[in-house]
């Protein structure tokens, strides 16, 4: 009788405290997070314990486990800095720096981003323009496919310099170089994808708009770019943030005094690697938010289209 009242009483309170966590996207994104925090404060103690035993052993110095995992999470300089050596380090040059200093990571993604937006609308046109005559165009089909799917066989690493160096010898610098590499990384997937998407719509309706006696521009208006538009915002999701890694690809063999390329190429310089982790974090912040943006606008073009809300 009282397993009965017990069993009772559970099923009126509900799903526990844990259920309910688990069952929405917030708890399991928060293990996931604890558990790679974890990891992370796990190899950082392994990693720098070696030099760190080794100062102690030149110091004739006597010491703890506990004083050993301490001073091995406050290098100045570990091989593997620890997660609250990173957020200081963001803290003290995103809030408690000028942001015009050159010290400041604002100032440093401000630069990378401005190449970052250029780049990728650039080549938001590049492979909307590329895509239009693919699909309407059956030589273009043959002729150029080919060559935008050979194109990114070839490393980024290695055409990242020529650009540069070809485009200085002409006497064009500073942003424009970055902005070619940010165009040529992202065009590819938006052509690819919309090409995909301006042949989606079925064979009955394009045989809806010859009845009608549409002629190919009210054909590619009416249906085939509404139809291409949840292919093209997948795209942008994409290209956003393959175009800030050619902006910073393309900072680095400039040698150049700003972006967080810049930052990433000083900080392994100098062997400060809490500096280039914390560049790091900051450009998957300004990625992350560069997609939300284009999710957002995504959200809202689809609903004054009929796509939903």
Request: charged share 10%; net charge positive.
């Amino acid at each position: 009788m009282t397993s009965n009242t017990a069993s009772l009483t559970g099923s009126i309170a509900g799903p526990s405290l844990w259920n309910r966590m688990m069952s929405g996207q917030t708890g399991p994104v928060c293990v996931i997070v604890i558990t790679l925090l974890v990891m992370w404060y796990v190899g950082a103690i392994f990693m720098n314990a070696p030099t760190q035993i080794d100062r102690y052993n030149r110091a004739d110095q006597t010491w703890t486990t506990t004083q050993l995992i301490e001073d091995t999470l406050a290098q100045e300089r570990p091989i593997l800095p620890a997660p609250h050596q990173v957020v200081q380090e963001m803290y003290k040059t995103i809030f408690a720096t000028k942001i015009t200093s050159k010290r400041s990571l604002v100032y440093h993604s401000w630069v990378t981003l401005s190449s970052t937006l250029l780049g990728f609308a650039s080549g938001t046109l590049l492979g909307i323009l590329l895509a239009v005559g693919i699909v309407h165009v059956t030589t273009l089909e043959k002729s150029l496919m080919p060559w935008v799917i050979s194109s990114q066989t070839i490393p980024i690493l290695a055409i990242a310099p020529m650009v540069i160096v070809v485009l200085g010898a002409i006497g064009i610098k500073g942003l424009i170089p970055k902005a070619v590499i940010s165009t040529y990384l992202c065009f590819f997937p938006i052509t690819i994808s919309m090409v995909k998407g301006l042949r989606s719509p079925q064979v009955i309706q394009l045989d809806l708009m010859r009845t009608y006696n549409a002629s190919k521009w009210q054909t590619f208006w009416q249906l085939r770019l509404p139809s291409a538009m949840p292919y093209l915002f997948a795209s942008l999701k994409v290209a956003i943030a393959i175009s800030l890694v050619g902006a910073i690809i393309g900072e680095l063999p400039t040698g150049a005094q700003a972006g967080l390329g810049a930052r990433l190429l000083a900080g392994s310089y100098y062997g400060q690697t809490i500096q280039i982790w914390s560049a790091l974090f900051t450009a998957a912040f300004v990625a992350a938010m560069m997609v939300m943006i284009v999710g957002w606008c995504e959200r809202r073009v689809l609903a004054r289209m009929g796509g939903g809300a």
